[in-house]
């Protein structure tokens, strides 16, 4: 499994961004797939995950209400889409998969690399 995580970026407080994580071979379908963060000088920190056929979704309190994690079987991408963007967000965000669904990062076996969100206030 070999995932790409794109469509970070800077943004001003308030501002949107969609994040996309695809799998570079094969399909992500029987996958769960989360998303995590790292900011400067900070653990990784879990933000969302969906299960495999998407009808189970998890959100850390801090992003509750503001992103939205989905997947696009036959586009075979998971989107992060960040609402209401904080500077608090600003972070290099990764995604990672695994057959469980979980909020644990050391449970996911891949993962991709990461992309910069950077909010201004």
């Known amino acids: 499994v070999q995932l790409q995580a794109s469509g970070g970026g800077s943004v001003q407080t308030g501002g949107s961004l969609r994040l996309s994580c695809r799998q570079s071979r094969g399909t992500l379908s029987p996958y769960a797939v989360a998303w995590f963060r790292q900011g400067a000088a900070q653990d990784q920190e879990f933000v969302a995950a969906?299960?495999?056929?998407?009808?189970?979704?998890y959100y850390a309190d801090s992003v509750k209400g503001r992103f939205t994690i989905s997947r696009d079987t036959a586009k075979n991408i998971i989107y992060l889409q960040m609402n209401a963007l904080k500077p608090e967000d600003t972070a290099v965000y990764y995604c990672?998969?695994?057959?469980?669904?979980?909020?644990?990062?050391?449970?996911?076996?891949?993962w991709g690399q990461g992309t910069q969100v950077t909010v201004s206030s």
């Open positions: 969906i299960n495999w056929n998407g009808d189970t979704t």
């Open positions: 990672a998969a695994d057959s469980r669904l979980t909020t644990v990062v050391a449970e996911y076996d891949y």
